[in-house]
């Protein structure tokens, strides 16, 4: 993937900074964004040992910031080969006591932020792309989307990711005859921050019915990311990839 130019959201922790090492190690330059300047700074340093990444804050949940980190991804090129929409928050509270507030917040950054950056992004990706190598749209989704319901109090959370599995299909259809192939991934159970209290209160127990018996480590991640995002990638588009260890896919999972 050497001379490609991708822009990972999220992409400080967690499963954005898997996927974000991934692409650095496979050859792209790569810029990632978080909300804050500190953790922009800390991805930076630790990332660089990698190859060639940026970091900008901006928060992505308003339309005006994506926006603005659209315009700053592409100042220095008008091209973009590969957009990763990772950037997600989650919300876990019981149904009597759930809040507008947690419908706004996660329906916002998870769902409304993807489709303002494709828009925004799209005149960039569409001149990377040809027939023999498209331009790449990795949207994360989750298992939690439609896939498989999780025990967690999350309404918001999954039906955001049900509908951004959705939305990767209708963005694939229309997207193909220009040159862009639009993918969601599905994570199930990785170590990242959203993910740390559910890890440390059952995470063995998730791990020994997991079918693969583990939790996801960092190379899956990278693994499917640069999978979709090089030229073995290159005839797929359209597809919900669950990357959990088959807790999904075979219904054993917790």
């Known amino acids: 993937m050497t001379g490609k130019y991708a822009f990972v959201t999220g992409g ?4 954005g900074m898997m996927i974000a090492r991934g692409l650095l190690q496979a050859g792209a330059r790569v ?7 500190d953790a922009c700074a800390e991805a930076q340093r630790l990332l660089s040992e990698f190859g060639d990444v940026q970091a900008i804050p901006a928060d992505l949940s308003r339309y005006d910031e994506c926006q603005r980190l659209a315009d700053l991804v592409t100042a220095d090129s008008e091209r973009l080969d590969i957009l990763v929409n990772n950037a997600g928050v989650m919300w876990r509270e019981p149904l009597e006591t759930f809040p507008a507030e947690a419908w706004d917040t996660v329906i916002d950054l ?22 023999d190598d498209p331009a790449r749209i990795i ?46 991934v599905a994570p199930g159970v990785f ?16 791990a020994e019915k997991t079918p693969l018996r583990r939790i996801g480590r960092d190379d899956d991640m990278a693994g499917i990311a640069v999978f979709l995002a090089s030229r ?23």
Do not use: C
């Open 139 to 184: 949207n994360i989704g989750s298992i939690a989307g439609g896939i498989h319901v999780a025990q967690a109090p999350n309404y918001s959370y999954a039906s955001s990711k049900a509908a951004i599995h959705q939305l990767t299909r209708v963005l694939a259809r229309e997207l193909g005859p220009q040159h862009v192939t639009v993918n969601a």
């Open 232 to 254: 073995a990638g290159s005839y797929v588009t359209g597809t919900i990839i669950p990357i959990d260890g088959g807790i999904a896919t075979t219904a054993t999972g917790t």
């Open 31 to 37: 810029v990632v964004s978080s909300r804050t300047a």
């Open 110 to 131: 998870n769902l409304k932020s993807p489709f303002w950056l494709v828009q925004a992004l799209l005149p960039a990706l569409r001149r990377t792309g040809t027939a």
């Open 12 to 15: 400080t922790k967690g499963i």
């Open 191 to 206: 170590p990242s921050q959203m993910m740390a209290a559910t890890i440390d209160a059952i995470g063995d127990t998730i």
